[in-house]
């Protein structure tokens, strides 16, 4: 830790880092320009509320490129208020490290999902399938066309990097769309960027960044098509074991005659299911939906045809079969690290003050 980090010390064995006006419960993941953590307020007035802390790197802190990536997401989804969207709650600056604070969502991942499915050598459930590729098409037709209340600014934001590990499932069936950080309004889309750069996890890219062509909304419909296909069949359809960067950037940019229908993997897909996640992959823009909107009609539709009955509670229901030992453990932990902290609040000699304008907290000593 930097010598600006607090610190709260609890039975002389567990130390949590203050940061700004939150308590670091756990670090969740560290990329190569931020790291995320598990988070509650530093206060009792937070009433333990849980939430994520997303915070930048000291070493990338001073990196002008990602910064404005940074502001971007936060610009993207501050204002944000979806049943299908993370929702940002705070962002500023802390330890002269920026930050976003938002939901806790409590769930998986699809990229877990699948592996789940796949350890277990089942299918996902078709039914189950379409309903999570609906919701994640909703987040996203409210995002391409999202307009600022306060500015009246149409944001119109594409996400650019959608993918199963950006696409959240609680365990009550509610699926939500998260880190816009390489979001971009599509007023703005045209800004030099470093070049030659590829934004996005490679495998999950459509043609036209392939081919570093201006983006619309089209551009997320097809990566949300490739996790279709990856839904329906546990496949990926552009990527095999081994394969190179630049061999699956080939085969996506010649897509139309390198992708099976999810059928030929999974007999138990209606055709109406294959022409739906088909024309979300059509190499040409033109050809696929005209919008995240049209794609979440069709999938609806062949939802009613097929599937009438299905419901998030019956997603809830195998969220909680597939995941029921990691739902105990992970409440377990939260509870435990709610109490750990908030023992040590009510024991502590000092306070939490606001003191600068990077919003720095004082040293919590516990009366240990």
Not at 86 to 92: A, E, R
Request: proline letters at 4%.
């Amino acid at each position: 830790m930097g010598q600006n980090d607090q610190v709260t010390t609890i039975d002389n064995f567990l130390t949590f880092e203050t940061f700004g006006n939150y308590i670091l419960l756990k670090k969740l993941a560290t990329g190569g320009m931020a790291e995320v953590f598990l988070a509650r307020p530093a206060s009792h007035k937070g009433n333990g509320r849980v939430q994520v802390i997303k915070r930048i790197l000291p070493h990338v802190a001073t990196d002008a490129l990602f910064l404005k990536m940074f502001q971007s997401e936060i610009q993207v989804t501050l204002g944000f208020n979806h049943p299908h969207t993370v929702q940002l709650h705070d962002f500023g600056e802390a330890n002269r490290q920026p930050y976003i604070s938002m939901e806790y969502i409590e769930g998986k991942n699809l990229k877990d999902i699948i592996c789940k499915f796949g350890d277990r050598s089942e299918l996902m459930p078709t039914a189950m399938a379409l309903s999570l590729l609906a919701q994640a098409a909703s987040g996203l037709s409210y995002a391409h066309t999202f307009v600022n209340k306060v500015t009246g600014e149409e944001v119109r934001a594409i996400h650019r990097d959608i993918s199963p590990h950006n696409l959240i499932l609680s365990y009550d069936g509610n699926l939500k769309v998260i880190d816009f950080g390489i979001a971009k309004a599509a007023s703005s889309m045209q800004e030099a960027t470093r070049a030659g750069t590829i934004k996005g996890k490679y495998a999950y890219l459509s043609p036209e960044q392939v081919n570093g062509d201006l983006l619309d909304a089209r551009a997320d419909i097809f990566a949300l098509g490739i996790v279709a296909w990856e839904l329906l069949t546990l496949r990926r359809p552009f990527y095999r074991d081994g394969d190179s960067e630049i061999t699956v950037l080939g085969t996506i940019n010649n897509c139309d005659h390198n992708v099976k229908a999810p059928s030929f993997y999974n007999c138990e897909i209606p055709p109406e299911v294959d022409k739906v996640v088909l024309k979300a992959l059509r190499r040409n823009p033109a050809e696929r939906y005209a919008s995240a909107a049209e794609f979440q009609s069709a999938l609806r539709q062949v939802m009613q045809q097929h599937y009438p009955n299905y419901t998030y509670s019956d997603t809830a229901k195998t969220m909680h079969i597939l995941f029921a030992d990691e739902i105990r453990e992970e409440r377990k932990e939260i509870r435990e690290l709610n109490l750990q902290v908030q023992m040590s609040l009510s024991n502590a000699d000092a306070t939490v003050v606001e003191g600068s304008d990077e919003a720095r907290c004082q040293q919590i000593w516990g009366r240990l």
